[in-house]
């Protein structure tokens, strides 16, 4: 037993080094920035402030889907596959006992949002709702499963699969997307668009995990054991936590659909969407660095690239603050288009949560992988 452990571990690939996890981190960010963009511009332009508004609507709902779903299960998983990077087949062992419930928790979640989609539409007063929310139900089983293996690549400290992920995924979404808007599906056709992209993303990133950590790392066989119980206690802080940022970061889109109509959720999520990008610096050093503050046995980690990684983002972040707030007018009139003049203000608006939006995912993922995710309960 010994020498097939040693086995397992002799055939896992070294970690990669912070630069080079960095390096990769920020590609997978790049490249989810770009086809982000694209396909973001192209739509506001092609589908308007009302239609837009109906596509961004079923993508707030769907993300508000996502708290239950999840149940703070992906980063656990993350937290205990980075302890145990090294060894092929204790990896293979823990993320079998996170995908087992992941699987379970992602299909009935989509299937409620699917059968539920027409009801929910009647909410908004929107019956043209009901597709793109019936859409968004397999968009969202397909980028759940994609995101919990890639959470497993960050916890092994080897994100070079995450970027062959991310490339097939957002080329899929972007030309599905665009295609099926041209043709005349609007925002129906973009949120099934979506719904292939993740689907094809998700599918390769358990194949990938597959081949690379064994066909140990998906086997459903045996239930829930004491991995997975373990998995799911450290979860729950993690699911708290995370479903706050979730709540708040959807709950505006939400309640303007509700209070007003979807040519306001057009208007301010237009603007909210590519500020978005400017958080990815962020969170690609965040993968990087986080991962390796994981105790492991013969040792404490250092905390030298978390403060500097801290101070760099400071930087980087305060130099976007100035021309958000004073070019606000010609940036939206420039990427947007002229029906959403009023996305300016908004966009000025949301200029400090643009300075911390590139700081906190460092910080938080510090948190969960030295295994004090309970500690940020107070702060959410």
Same mark, same amino acid.
């Given at each position: 037993m010994q020498g097939d452990a040693r086995r397992d571990a002799a055939r896992q690939p070294a970690p990669e080094s912070i630069p080079r996890s960095a390096t990769y981190a920020f590609a997978v960010q790049l490249t989810t920035a770009v086809f982000t963009a694209i396909l973001t511009l192209y739509l506001v332009r092609a589908l308007?402030?009302?239609?837009?508004?109906?596509?961004? %609507? @079923?993508?707030?709902?769907?993300? %508000?889907?996502?708290?239950?779903?999840?149940?703070?299960?992906?980063?656990? /998983?993350?937290?205990? &596959?980075?302890?145990? =990077?090294?060894?092929?087949?204790?990896?293979?062992?823990?993320?079998?006992?996170?995908?087992?419930?992941?699987?379970?928790?992602?299909?009935?979640?989509?299937?409620?949002?699917? *059968?539920?989609?027409?009801? *929910?539409?009647?909410?908004?007063? @929107?019956?043209?709702?009901?597709?793109?929310?019936?859409? @968004?139900?397999?968009?969202?089983?397909?980028?759940?499963?994609?995101?919990?293996?890639?959470?497993?690549?960050?916890?092994?400290? =080897?994100?070079?699969?995450?970027?062959?992920?991310?490339?097939?995924?957002?080329?899929?979404?972007?030309?599905?997307?665009?295609?099926?808007?041209a043709l005349g599906a609007g925002a129906?056709?973009?949120?099934?668009?979506?719904?292939?992209?993740?689907? &094809?993303?998700?599918?390769?990133?358990?194949?990938? /995990?597959?081949? %690379? &950590?064994?066909?140990?790392?998906?086997?459903?066989?045996?239930?829930?054991?004491?991995?997975?119980?373990?998995?799911?206690?450290?979860?729950?802080?993690?699911?708290?936590?995370?479903?706050?940022?979730?709540?708040?970061?959807?709950?505006?889109?939400?309640?303007?659909?509700?209070? *007003?109509?979807? /040519?306001? &959720?057009?208007?301010?999520?237009?603007?909210?969407? *590519?500020?978005t990008l400017l958080g990815y610096p962020g969170q690609a050093l965040a993968n990087a660095v986080a991962p390796r503050l994981a105790r492991q046995e013969g040792g404490e980690p250092s905390l030298r690239p978390l403060t500097s990684a801290i101070r760099y983002l400071i930087i980087v972040q305060a130099a976007l603050v100035a021309p958000l707030l004073i070019w606000a007018r010609p940036i939206v009139d420039l990427l947007l288009g002229s029906r959403y003049g009023k996305s300016a203000e908004v966009l000025q608006i949301l200029t400090p949560y643009v300075f911390l939006m590139g700081i906190s995912p460092v910080v938080s993922l510090a948190a969960n992988y030295l295994g004090i995710a309970t500690r940020r309960i107070p702060l959410h």
């Open positions: 308007g402030p009302a239609a837009y508004g109906v596509f961004a %609507l @079923a993508l707030a709902t769907a993300g %508000l889907i996502a708290v239950p779903a999840d149940l703070g299960i992906s980063p656990s /998983t993350s937290r205990f &596959v980075a302890e145990r =990077r090294g060894n092929r087949g204790a990896v293979a062992t823990v993320i079998s006992a996170g995908f087992k419930p992941k699987l379970a928790t992602a299909a009935l979640a989509s299937v409620v949002l699917f *059968l539920a989609s027409g009801w *929910l539409a009647s909410l908004y007063h @929107a019956e043209s709702l009901t597709w793109p929310l019936r859409a @968004a139900a397999l968009a969202f089983f397909g980028q759940t499963l994609m995101l919990f293996f890639e959470r497993t690549f960050i916890g092994q400290a =080897r994100i070079a699969p995450n970027l062959r992920i991310q490339v097939l995924e957002s080329s899929v979404e972007t030309g599905a997307s665009i295609a099926l808007v129906t056709g973009a949120m099934f668009g979506r719904a292939a992209g993740y689907l &094809v993303g998700g599918a390769f990133a358990l194949a990938i /995990t597959v081949r %690379l &950590v064994g066909r140990a790392a998906v086997a459903l066989a045996g239930g829930f054991g004491i991995d997975s119980r373990r998995i799911i206690r450290y979860a729950g802080p993690l699911m708290i936590v995370d479903g706050a940022y979730t709540v708040f970061s959807q709950i505006d889109v939400v309640l303007i659909g509700l209070l *007003l109509n979807t /040519t306001a &959720v057009g208007l301010f999520q237009a603007p909210n969407r *590519l500020i």
